[in-house]
């Protein structure tokens, strides 16, 4: 064994994902227009959505119940549908195409091209995130601000050097990174792209609306416990956190909880079956 290739062993321990197969799927996301165009379409509308939002916010008599920093992060409501397809497809179209066949020929471990996937998917997303949550941010103070909904007249500061708004803008950048995440390991798990997103979208989705027949207060509850979407977007929340049925951070694991569910199925599937 060469000193190189020595020293390449020595600085990547057995379980760690190697550097050649992260640098092979984040060429894939970078080369391949879709992935790309899309995450910047999600940030776009995330912003587009939360200024029609903000435009549209009135309050004559300066007494309204508005939470300006949820208010402004709207859009995420369909952004992270645009998400979900990012990640969906960089898995299953794969599988579509039969690429699988020789990515899983040059990489084993299957174990760990779905771990270079997440990482490099979830990084990419959380990036176009954090652009989309601070020029929504941007936007929403701006006109909400300029139709008097400001801290003199009893609102939130619109601001991230208040504790609050920085915790939902970093939350709601973690919030589409977890959606990505769930995605990937459905895809990974069923492998076709429409049944794919057609799970990911109606578990994101369907929740609040079965959720909305149940009568029982108990019962919603537990429900909005729960579900992915509801619980996972009191992150955006900074007024009346003590209405709320789990504090913003609680509500953003039980998100984690299921794309780590997601990717771990995916995981023992992806182990188990035949490319």
């Not at 200024?51 to 409501?77: M, V």
Request: aromatic share 6%.
């Amino acid at each position: 064994m060469s000193a190189s290739s020595a020293a390449h062993h020595i600085s990547e321990p057995r379980w760690a994902v190697p550097r050649d197969v992260l640098r092979a799927e984040w060429t894939k996301v970078r080369t391949v227009a879709g992935p790309g165009w899309l995450l910047i379409g999600a940030a776009a509308l995330m912003a587009a959505v939360g200024a029609i939002t903000a435009n549209a916010t009135r309050c004559p008599g300066r007494n309204c119940q508005i939470d300006p920093a949820k208010l402004s992060l709207t859009g995420i409501y369909l952004s992270q549908a645009v998400v979900a397809i990012v990640a969906v497809t960089s898995f299953s179209g794969e599988y579509s195409t039969g690429m699988i066949r020789l990515t899983l020929a040059a990489i084993p471990r299957r174990w760990q091209v779905l771990t270079a996937k997440a990482v490099v998917t979830g990084t990419a997303t959380l990036a176009a995130g954090l652009v989309a949550v601070a020029a929504s941010l941007l936007v929403g103070r701006v006109l909400l601000y300029g139709h008097g909904i400001t801290p003199e007249h009893g609102y939130e500061a619109l601001s991230l050097g208040t504790a609050a708004v920085l915790r939902a803008a970093a939350g709601s950048a973690l919030y589409l990174m977890a959606i990505a995440l769930l995605g990937l390991g459905v895809a990974a798990a069923v492998r076709d792209s429409a049944t794919s997103i057609g799970l990911v979208l109606g578990l994101l989705y369907l929740f609040p609306i079965i959720t909305s027949f149940v009568r029982d207060p108990d019962w919603q509850r537990h429900l909005n416990q729960i579900s992915p979407m509801t619980a996972g977007l009191y992150i955006t929340a900074t007024t009346n956190l003590r209405s709320l049925p789990l504090t913003p951070w609680q509500g953003l694991g039980v998100l984690a909880a299921w794309a780590a569910g997601a990717l771990l199925a995916g995981g023992v599937l992806l182990r188990l079956r035949d490319a």
